[in-house]
């Protein structure tokens, strides 16, 4: 599940850079797009901040899955040395 918000995350980064560029880039070079520089970075910007968003989200779910796999790993071992050996 978290492999989905990594790949989210380096999507929306990539498109942010592809946008902060595009407000480098003179308006001549831009026939029919926006040559307003300022639209180019606020939409960077937020797509850089939705990137990191996802990133966040990512990195916190592989860890609650961690834990969430130790725990029952734990819980395991526990019960199988209550049990004791068999045999």
């Known amino acids: 599940m978290s ?3 990594y790949i989210l995350a380096a999507a929306l ?3 942010a850079a592809v946008s902060a560029g595009m407000a480098l880039v003179p ?3 831009q026939p029919g797009l926006p040559t307003n520089g300022s ?3 606020t939409v960077a ?3 850089l901040l939705f990137g990191l968003l996802s990133a966040l989200i990512g990195v916190m ?3 609650f899955e961690q834990v969430d ?3 029952e790993e734990a819980r395991l071992a526990a019960r199988s040395k209550r049990r ?3 045999g």
């Open 39 to 41: 639209l180019w970075r």
């Open 3 to 5: 492999r989905n918000f």
């Open 84 to 86: 004791g050996p068999r």
């Open 27 to 29: 308006s001549s070079f």
């Open 45 to 47: 910007l937020f797509l």
């Open 13 to 15: 980064v990539l498109f």
């Open 69 to 71: 796999r130790r725990s």
């Open 61 to 63: 779910s592989h860890l």
